[in-house]
């Protein structure tokens, strides 16, 4: 099996990939120019370009059975501040190249879209697939209209589409620090002597999943042809109170702690129900969280 | 109250104008340079240009209490033929837009989304705001995105939103024959003595609504200040065969029916349950589908 990997040098990408090699698959990249940390890995054909360019993507998709679409030109602070840009970026460039999929004749995706922002605020306890979609920022917005247009796709041009709603990863090669994923950012403000910042009273509730899980459900969804949306997280939710608890205690460092107002574009609590995805994938999370900060933090402080 | 109509020179647009103008309303309409048809109306506050166009609507905006929104640059089939056009023109434009109002401070908008389009395919015998959402049509997915802007900046920014999703209207001044509306198609296909061309069975059930009873709901949703999502329709569902039988009847000439493939973008069955905009803003629709098409053949046909 050949499989695309639009977005193979980031964070979810760089695990993403070594599944795919170990897995026996034929892995190519396509990526920004500049995207590529380190060296090359070996038998994975890179590319670099824009993933809504077509001459670069229709070289792209040559001999491909299958598309992992983890490219987000955003991250929600981003994306609120500049909705035009997150439209343009995201949805455009994904429906240029689903239509490039549509002329090449390639016909399976895999789609990476947010359980954190399409759901919007919700009393549930547990978000599943068929619950209510009201995003309140444009990222989930945005990540909600490419999940329709590949329904669109899928119902007019027969190309079949995996979607996989992702809670908070975190782990090893985790980018954008300050920017994206909380536990990153903790650990990293921690070993940098900063003060954590929390916006708001610390007691939104996030589902967070550990890079290996989520490589490895992604891995499932691109061997097993089997179209739908899926949550994909942990299944429990934890406070950001709770986070700092458990960074602290990982760490031995107690943190100075640095209040913020809300941010308008975050939601108050996401949990994900991920039962749909475990059943249908024979998949389940392996990484408590606790022992995920361990890891991740083991990392992150190196050799010695 | 001062109302400003974006798209007011349309078919639904200059049925709005006059019913806003009989309410004691203060109108201005947005529209297109050259969409007037005709005289303008005496007392109308008429500015031509582009509805995403920063610089003609802070001015369009000036003391304005309530936006409605009717503009579509797109009909399905164009939207379909380039979903980047329909982004571009649509979503983009809409988003400009409610930036604008944002900026001005005008905090009430009623857009006209598509009742027809965003649920797509079902087997519900009748659709409820809260069906699920998996339109088959790019025309239906950024409709169903702009109403999600909508809600994100109800959410961020405190604007108020009443998006109505409309069926298929007709009657009086429709525009776009060919395009829009089998049945101001159908009846100038009769008087220009051309066949009537069906794609797919002709069991295809739509709900359609006379303007008259649509331009009276859009009244009521600018006058009542009650955001939410609601269904305007007839709440009756028509199949294509009995549209032809009425419209044969009404006219007295027998059409020739030409048959065509189904296109992949038209969802087989629409019918709304309108009951929530009903009891929500005391309102039901008057016009019986013959009485309707009889008043909209005598007006086709002109004096005499």
């Given at each position: 099996?050949?499989?695309?990997?639009?977005?193979?040098?980031?964070?979810?990408?760089?695990?993403?990939?070594?599944?795919?090699?170990?897995?026996?698959?034929?892995?190519?990249?396509?990526?920004?120019?500049?995207?590529?940390?380190?060296?090359?890995?070996?038998?994975?054909?890179?590319?670099?370009?824009?993933?809504?360019?077509?001459?670069?993507?229709?070289?792209?998709?040559?001999?491909?059975?299958?598309?992992?679409?983890?490219?987000?030109?955003?991250?929600?602070?981003?994306?609120?501040?500049?909705?035009?840009?997150?439209?343009?970026?995201?949805?455009?460039?994904?429906?240029?190249?689903?239509?490039?999929?549509?002329?090449?004749?390639?016909?399976?995706?895999?789609?990476?879209?947010?359980?954190?922002?399409?759901?919007?605020?919700?009393?549930?306890?547990?978000?599943?697939?068929?619950?209510?979609?009201?995003?309140?920022?444009?990222?989930?917005?945005?990540?909600?209209?490419?999940?329709?247009?590949?329904?669109?796709?899928?119902?007019?041009?027969?190309?079949?589409?995996?979607?996989?709603?992702?809670?908070?990863?975190?782990?090893?090669?985790?980018?954008?620090?300050?920017?994206?994923?909380?536990?990153?950012?903790?650990?990293?403000?921690?070993?940098?002597?900063?003060?954590?910042?929390?916006?708001?009273?610390?007691?939104?509730?996030?589902?967070?999943?550990?890079?290996?899980?989520?490589?490895?459900?992604?891995?499932?969804?691109?061997?097993?042809?089997?179209?739908?949306?899926?949550?994909v997280g942990s299944g429990t939710g934890i406070?950001?109170?709770?986070?700092?608890?458990?960074?602290?205690?990982?760490?031995?460092?107690?943190?100075?702690?640095?209040?913020?107002?809300?941010?308008?574009?975050?939601?108050?609590?996401?949990?994900?129900?991920?039962?749909?995805?475990?059943?249908?994938?024979?998949?389940?999370?392996?990484?408590?969280?606790?022992?995920?900060?361990?890891?991740?933090?083991?990392?992150?402080?190196?050799?010695?």
């Amino acid at each position: 099996m050949r499989c695309l990997v639009l977005g193979g040098n980031g964070f979810i990408g760089s695990h993403l990939v070594r599944a795919l090699l170990l897995s026996g698959a034929r892995v190519r990249i396509l990526d920004r120019p500049g995207s590529l940390r380190g060296e090359e890995i070996s038998g994975v054909d890179y590319l670099f370009g824009d993933f809504s360019d077509p001459s670069i993507v229709s070289e792209a998709l040559i001999d491909v059975d299958v598309v992992a679409h983890l490219v987000s030109t955003t991250v929600p602070g981003s994306a609120s501040a500049d909705p035009i840009a997150d439209i343009s970026g995201n949805l455009i460039g994904s429906v240029k190249f689903l239509e490039q999929m549509r002329s090449s004749g390639v016909r399976r995706i895999v789609y990476l879209s947010s359980g954190g922002t399409v759901y919007g605020n919700t009393d549930a306890q547990s978000l599943r697939e068929d619950s209510p979609t009201d995003p309140i920022s444009s990222y989930g917005t945005v990540k909600l209209a490419v999940e329709k247009y590949l329904g669109v796709y899928a119902s007019q041009y027969g190309i079949r589409a995996t979607v996989l709603r992702v809670s908070n990863p975190y782990g090893p090669n985790s980018r954008h620090i300050g920017l994206q994923g909380i536990i990153p950012t903790f650990f990293s403000r921690l070993i940098d002597k900063q003060p954590i910042r929390i916006w708001g009273t610390g007691d939104n509730i996030r589902d967070y999943i550990y890079i290996s899980d989520l490589s490895s459900a992604i891995l499932k969804s691109i061997e097993q042809d089997k179209p739908g949306v899926y949550n994909v997280g942990s299944g429990t939710g934890i406070s950001i109170k709770e986070i700092i608890e458990i960074v602290t205690d990982v760490s031995g460092i107690e943190p100075q702690i640095e209040h913020l107002p809300d941010r308008p574009f975050d939601v108050k609590r996401v949990v994900l129900d991920v039962s749909k995805f475990s059943q249908t994938f024979d998949w389940n999370p392996t990484v408590e969280l606790r022992d995920g900060c361990r890891m991740y933090w083991h990392w992150l402080k190196g050799p010695g």
